[in-house]
């Protein structure tokens, strides 16, 4: 596994882990705890992002393009079935 690998696998829970350390540093600036706010949803974001992908890869279906819109669509779905029913 090279650098470039490694770093891509790797940075959105550095940056989970980067914003969970300056929320919790104690009396914190406005400005670092709105970072550290920035930087956990980039990391959830990413790591969500992947998950969706490599799950439509799983998938196996031939057109990578209508993977993803399966994916998302399935997850829309359980979203909106969640909210119907108010959880």
Known sequence: MD??????????????VCGV???????????????????????L?????RWVYRRALYLNIE???SALK???DQDQGLLWEEERQGG
């Open 3 to 16: 650098l470039e690998t490694l770093w891509y696998e790797l940075s959105p829970y550095l940056y989970a």
């Open 21 to 43: 350390f300056s929320l919790s540093y104690g009396s914190a600036s406005w400005l670092l705890k709105g970072s550290g706010i920035l930087l956990i949803i980039a990391a």
């Open 45 to 49: 974001t990413i790591v969500r992002l």
């Open 63 to 65: 057109n990578a393009a």
């Open 70 to 72: 399966q994916a998302r």
